[in-house]
Each structure stands twice: as C-alpha cells, then as structure tokens.
C-alpha cells in the first residue's frame, strides 16, 4: 500500500505562485508514475500533468507552460509547481500513483490517491 498526503495548497490572488508537496509512504514511488488531477467545483476530475519514472512529463493544454511538475525520489515526494495562477485554477488538487508508470491522462491509470488539498484562486 501507498499513502499519499497533499500540502501547500491555499487561498490567493490570480498571478500568484502556490507549490504542492505530495508525500508518499509505505512504499518507494520511484519506480512509479505519478500524476496531479485536480477537481473544479461542479466539475469532473481533470488531469494536470504527470511524470514518469524516467521523469519525461506531460501537461494539460491548460496549464502548459505555468505548471512543472517535479520528482525528489530520495524524499518520496512529488511536487507541482503552480505560476500565474488563474480563478480557472481554482479546484481540489489530488495526487495520484501508477504502479505501472502508466503516465496516463486518464484517473482510471493510477492505483493510488491522495485525499487532496484545496486551491482557491481569487480574481
């Protein structure tokens, strides 16, 4: 089993800059992929970006070129990066695990998920 916590997330204004940490335990998550979805109010679970083992990522249209995402294998943590933050930006942020290295778009390819941590962006 993996537990994945979720920090960092918070209330600020759009331009702002936030980072989230997701921490793992109960197993090295180097060999994993690992990805961030967040979920607007309403909406559905939305993919963000993800890293694979090799550490090649890739980003929602959304947030390209504002988001990076990033691997500390020697911390077990995984982080995300946010700049210029827009209202849009404004969901709960999850963590997820694949033990498969999927390095999926989709919720469905993770194993894995933390209980997330709120990012509300104000305009």
């Known amino acids: 089993q993996v537990q994945l916590i979720e920090s960092g997330g918070g209330l600020l204004q759009a331009g702002g800059s936030l980072r989230l940490s997701c921490a793992a335990s109960?197993?090295?998550?180097?060999?994993?992929?690992m990805g961030w979805f967040r979920q607007p109010p309403g909406k559905e679970r939305e993919f963000v970006a993800t890293?694979?083992?090799?550490?090649?990522?890739w980003y929602a249209d959304s947030v390209k070129g504002r988001f990076t995402i990033s691997r500390d294998n020697a911390k077990n943590t995984v982080f995300l990066q946010m700049n210029s933050l827009k209202a849009e930006d404004t969901a709960v942020y999850f963590c997820?695990?694949?033990?498969?290295?999927?390095?999926?778009?989709?919720?469905?390819?993770?194993?894995?998920w933390g209980q997330g941590t709120q990012v509300t962006v104000s305009s």
């Open positions: 997820a695990a694949s033990t498969t290295n999927s390095g999926s778009f989709s919720p469905s390819g993770y194993d894995y």
């Open positions: 109960g197993r090295t998550i180097s060999t994993y992929a």
């Open positions: 890293i694979r083992r090799s550490s090649s990522t």
